[in-house]
């Protein structure tokens, strides 16, 4: 992919939908592409066993909240717009939102979104999160809040393992790459006993993409059996600190990683080093599943 044409971003209800519209469209101007802001949020239910006259009152009132919760979306468009000077695609496609966003996302290049916490019912919940990243058809880029307002892609940080998720993250990066000022390449775990080494292959492919990237593996602590056993998921709990602790060791200011699945498990639940990164996450998290 040599740069990205069309962003999409996810305008929420949420307070800080407005703050990553404005993040959102920094980063469209930066590549040169078109940004489409997608509103994208679920009716509320109406209810089970409502009479007749119920009903049609309860519709009647929902389509009204669905017709200002557009216009508080057109309201937040325009604010970017001004301040920015630059267009918006604003669609209100209604239904299903992950359904919407999800057939959005096979006709673009990027889609960002609102890290998923708990106390910001009005924004994205990490099952919406999650499964947004296993249906896209393109890379999705979580912001934590406390990044809304600072850069994204000039110090990157990316976490290699030897798997098609992280191949294609690698390339589904490359734009951003390109324009970075510095580059790593993170693995984790022992150094190889045969003498290969698969970051030298990662870093040769950078290089022809004319993107220069250092490379370095981070021993991962032994875990005791005991510990493994009380909490299956230790280990990528581990691995998901390392990473947040090295990139803000290194002022970094994008992860770039690969959405990790277990094939046995339900297609929609992801593995502990994706849940972990989601759930803790202090610099914007680049993903593909």
Known sequence: MSRYRRILVHLSDSVRAESLLAFAARLAAEHEAELQAVHAVDSFALGAYLSPEAAMTAAA???????????????????VVQALGRPIDLQVPG???LRAMTERSRVADLVVVAQP????????????????????????????????????GTRV????????????????ALPILRRAEVVEVL???????????????VAGYLASHDVQARCSVRAVREI??????????????????????????????????????HSRAYELVLGGVTRSMLASMTVPVLMSH
Do not use: K
């Not at 216009?71 to 325009?78: H, I, Y």
């Not at 924004?123 to 296993?134: D, E, H, I, N």
């Not at 940080?157 to 589904?172: F, G, P």
């Open 61 to 79: 009132a929902n389509q009204t909240l669905v017709r200002e919760r557009a216009a508080r979306a057109r309201e937040r468009v325009g604010h």
């Open 95 to 97: 239904g299903d939102a």
């Open 117 to 152: 916490v708990a106390r910001d019912e009005a924004g994205p919940t990490a099952g919406f999160a999650s499964q947004l990243l296993v249906g896209a058809g393109c890379p999705v880029l979580f912001v934590p809040e406390a990044a809304l307002t600072g850069r994204c």
């Open 157 to 172: 940080q990316i976490a290699w393992a030897d798997t098609r998720e992280s191949a294609r993250a690698l390339r589904d």
């Open 187 to 201: 693995r984790f775990g022992a150094e190889r006993d045969d003498g290969g080494e698969p970051l030298d292959g």
């Open 224 to 261: 005791p059996f005991a510990e493994r056993m009380l909490v299956p998921n230790v280990v990528d709990a581990s691995i998901a600190e390392l990473l947040l602790s090295h990139a803000a060791d290194t002022n970094a200011d994008l992860v770039v990683m690969g959405g990790y699945g």
